[in-house]
C-alpha cells in the first residue's frame, strides 16, 4: 500500500488549498481514510476522516472550513481546506485503516497506512 500526498504550499491567511492523497494497492472506498496534522513542536491531531459509507467527522478547530471527500474511481482522498489560519500551519498526511472499523475515530494518526506528507504554510 502507498498513499502519496500532494496539494500543499504557502498561502496567506483566509486563502484556500486542496490537498489530494492517491492511493495504490488501496481502494479508497474499502475502509476508513482520513488526514491527521503536525507542526513543529506540537503533538499530531487528527483532522478529518470518511468512513466506507462517504460519512465525515472533523476536528472542531476545522469545522465549517474543511471538507474531507474521495473519489472511488480514482483511489484519491481529498482535503478541501478555506479559511485558513495560521494555526493550520503543519505537515499533513493522509492515512487509511487496514481493517473494517465500526466508527473510524478522527485519530487518524492511529491507522496503519500513511504516507509520507505534504507540507502547509499559512502567513
Known amino acids: 500500500v502507498q498513499l502519496v500526498e500532494s496539494g500543499g504550499g504557502s498561502v496567506q491567511a483566509g486563502g484556500s488549498l486542496r490537498l489530494s492523497c492517491t492511493a495504490s494497492?488501496?481502494?479508497?472506498?474499502?475502509?476508513?481514510m482520513g488526514w491527521f496534522r503536525q507542526a513543529p513542536g506540537k503533538e499530531r491531531e487528527g483532522v478529518a476522516v470518511?468512513?466506507?459509507?462517504?460519512?465525515?467527522s472533523y476536528t472542531d478547530s476545522v469545522k465549517g472550513r474543511f471538507t474531507i471527500s474521495k473519489d472511488r474511481a480514482l483511489d484519491t482522498l481529498y482535503l478541501q481546506m478555506n479559511s485558513l489560519e495560521p494555526e493550520d500551519a503543519a505537515m499533513y498526511y493522509c492515512?487509511?485503516?487496514?481493517?473494517?472499523?465500526?466508527?473510524?475515530?478522527?485519530?487518524?494518526?492511529?491507522?496503519?497506512?500513511r504516507g509520507q506528507g505534504t507540507q502547509v504554510t499559512v502567513s
Open positions: 492515512a487509511a485503516s487496514r481493517e473494517y472499523i465500526s466508527y473510524c475515530p478522527v485519530e487518524v494518526y492511529t491507522y496503519a497506512y
Open positions: 494497492g488501496y481502494t479508497v472506498s474499502t475502509y476508513c
Open positions: 470518511i468512513d466506507s459509507d462517504g460519512s465525515t
